[in-house]
């Protein structure tokens, strides 16, 4: 996986924010998802699942809002990626 698919993927989530809350706040609801994927905690296995869900339904989750780890939650059992010790 290259890191240009991971930025289009990226985008289209982003996108699908934007276009229902506003700029500001794809960037405040996008934070957990790029610190959880730029600090390397993201594998390869969490980044197909992702590849391969609906960037709407992702988006819908990040735009809870909460916490870093409970969005990365909410994405997690939207893409039925188990996240081992947490």
Request: glycine share 4%; net charge positive; aromatic share 8%.
């Amino acid at each position: 996986m290259s890191r240009t698919q991971i930025e289009t993927m990226l985008w289209h989530i982003k996108r699908e924010i934007m276009m229902r809350h506003g700029c500001d706040a794809a960037d405040r609801y996008m934070d957990p998802l790029n610190w959880y994927i730029n600090t390397g905690r993201a594998s390869l296995d969490f980044l197909r699942a992702l590849l391969s869900a609906r960037p709407v339904l992702v988006a819908r989750d990040l735009a809870k809002e909460g916490s870093y780890n409970e969005a990365i939650n909410r994405v997690c059992k939207r893409i039925k990626y188990n996240r081992e010790g947490i």
